[in-house]
């Protein structure tokens, strides 16, 4: 592929996620990295590639301006991954759609943004048509395996009743950030009070009952959710953290989505170190009932990433605008 033929490519935020979409970009003829953008001082002016463990120099330094950065590189795309907030990454989704490129974020809130921030979606989804860019929220979980991959299963049916997901990750599999995310290590008391402060837990569940129950049709009357901890039988220990008997290992999280009194969605995602049978499995209730199951369950930082590469095609081609996954085409590898 020649090089005019590259898409133009700048990482917004370069924690392990972010580390790890610099070295799949840099590994690519299909995509040219241009700029790198962190505001860790630890990490401004070095080369990106050396952050990302690679030995080869990229020529790329990391810099804590992003409108410099966007507005003198000029990427077609921005692969953002910094925070999961919608309020807290607006201004960073401003500055890319204003140097007129396209966004794929791994910001949960953004999978289905109307939920939590309808004012910000109402004026990201006006700021991107203005500038006719496309803005996207994915990921592996939510973007995929508890809400996409759900709505692709269902093209198997002439009616659906109901949709169950089922997520058991094993945690001491991951990176550090969502070990200590889901509260591996801390006392239950400790526990409640990230949890009551939001700085604990998964974020994202609540978005794709609503990705669902909008790709099949459905008008939800109520969503409940519970999360609790789940408690260590033993002491354990992973790279990152020492969990001790009664401690907690992770969280169990449960989002339920109803219409017309009846429970049409059911989202269960079971995310604790010390899982012995870590899997994913979708469960669709209708004419015909579909199943589909991945063994060992999909690895979650590597789908992460691989969703906010390959969804780059699919942006390029969409219409501008704030979108979602089920506004777009099927996600999928290409070559």
Request: aromatic letters at 4%.
């Amino acid at each position: 592929m020649s090089s005019s033929a590259r898409t133009r490519v700048v990482q917004f935020g370069l924690g392990s996620i972010g580390l790890m979409a610099v070295k799949a970009v840099l590994g690519r003829t299909d995509l040219e990295l241009a700029g790198a953008i962190d505001d860790d001082l630890k990490k401004v002016e070095r080369d990106v590639a050396d952050l990302s463990g690679l030995r080869r120099p990229s020529g790329i330094r990391v810099s804590n301006r992003p409108q410099e950065v966007l507005g003198v590189k000029r990427p077609q795309v921005v692969l953002h991954a910094t925070q999961s907030g919608l309020a807290d990454v607006f201004p960073q989704l401003s500055y890319c759609l204003e140097a007129g490129a396209h966004v794929v974020s791994t910001c949960e809130e953004l999978v289905f943004p109307t939920v939590r921030q309808p004012r910000l979606a109402r004026d990201l989804d006006f700021l991107a048509r203005s500038k006719g860019s496309v803005v996207l929220g994915t990921g592996a979980n939510p973007g995929l395996v508890m809400d996409t991959m759900a709505l692709v299963a269902s093209a198997a049916c002439l009616d659906v009743r109901s949709v169950r997901v089922e997520r058991i990750v094993d945690a001491s599999t991951r990176r550090e950030s969502l070990q200590r995310k889901v509260g591996a290590g801390l006392t239950r008391s400790e526990f409640r009070r990230g949890l009551s402060k939001g700085t604990l837990g998964h974020r994202g569940l609540l978005e794709s009952v609503h990705l669902i129950a909008n790709g099949l049709g459905w008008d939800l009357d109520k969503v409940a959710e519970k999360v609790t901890p789940v408690l260590s039988p033993r002491s354990m220990k992973t790279e990152f953290v020492t969990i001790r008997k009664g401690e907690v290992a992770g969280i169990h999280h449960v989002c339920k989505g109803f219409a017309e009194r009846k429970e049409k969605i059911r989202l269960d995602l079971q995310m604790f170190v010390g899982v012995k049978k870590p899997g994913d499995q979708i469960n669709i209730k209708g004419k015909p009932d579909v199943t589909l199951s991945f063994e060992k369950g999909v690895a979650g930082d590597e789908a992460t990433v691989a969703m906010l590469l390959n969804m780059i095609p699919a942006v390029l081609e969409a219409s501008p605008g704030l979108r979602t996954m089920s506004d777009i085409s099927v996600p999928r590898f290409r070559a």
